[in-house]
């Protein structure tokens, strides 16, 4: 189904409700006034609402209004950003240094502004313990709160039990922040590099300068006593 709109010669009903170039009401006016009136002003009439009774048509520039839209949807394109799902697996069993290091990847995943799925897996007689998992992707959702919130409750899923974290943050958000946090560092190394290159200049001796003896003139008689 077509989408462009019917112009000029191509409105084909008796009358319009007209709209001028600035958005004001003209009223109902025959299609061949519609169209001297656009004429005159170097417009086209334009059918902008095809199914009011009678159609509602607006005297403008198609030309620019197409390149306008277009503009705007390429714009609204280049913006759009994808949330990506990570995933990160964990035991029900799993030691403190390893539930620590698997929590920093999911707050750096929802930093991102990506979602993380959060995936326990059981093992033998682990498959009759659900609640260690319950417990433990309950604990996660709480360390991680600030950055994220659960967007699927944990559910089982065969030998494994499943939760979905959705960042607080929007992802163009996200990354806008995430790039500042990269200046600040970028900037505070700098700094620290100056610092540290300035207090080594200021500790470095100075050699004091060595004074040249003059030589003796050859010209003159060496047994002379000066």
Do not use: W
Not at 8 to 30: A, K, M, Y
Not at 163 to 179: N, Q, R, Y
Not at 182 to 203: C, F, G, L, N, P
């Amino acid at each position: 189904m077509s989408t462009e709109l019917r112009i000029n010669d191509r409105i084909r009903v008796p009358e319009v409700r007209l709209v001028g170039p600035n958005g004001e009401t003209v009223g109902i006016v025959p299609t061949h006034e519609a169209l001297k009136l656009a004429q005159e002003a170097d417009l086209d009439l334009v059918e902008i609402a095809p199914m009011g009774k009678p159609p509602v048509c607006k005297l403008m520039d198609y030309g620019k209004f197409k390149y306008e839209n277009a503009q705007k949807a390429r714009d609204a394109r280049r913006n759009q950003t994808n949330v990506i799902i990570k995933e990160m697996k964990l035991r029900p069993k799993i030691d403190g240094h390893d539930y620590e290091t698997k929590k920093g990847h999911v707050v750096r995943f929802l930093k991102a502004g990506d979602k993380v799925k959060i995936t326990i897996m059981f093992r033998g007689r682990e498959q009759h313990r659900p609640e260690l998992g319950y417990r433990l992707l309950q604990k996660l959702a709480e360390d991680v709160s600030e950055l994220g919130f659960v967007e699927s409750n944990p559910k089982q899923d065969g030998r494994n039990m499943i939760m979905v974290l959705g960042p607080v943050k929007k992802k163009a958000d996200a990354i806008v922040d995430v790039e500042a946090e990269k200046q600040e560092r970028m900037a505070a190394r700098a700094a620290d590099q100056a610092a540290e290159q300035a207090s080594r200049d200021a500790t470095k001796p100075t050699e004091p300068k060595v004074r040249k003896a003059k030589r003796a003139n050859e010209a003159l008689d060496p047994d002379i006593d000066l």
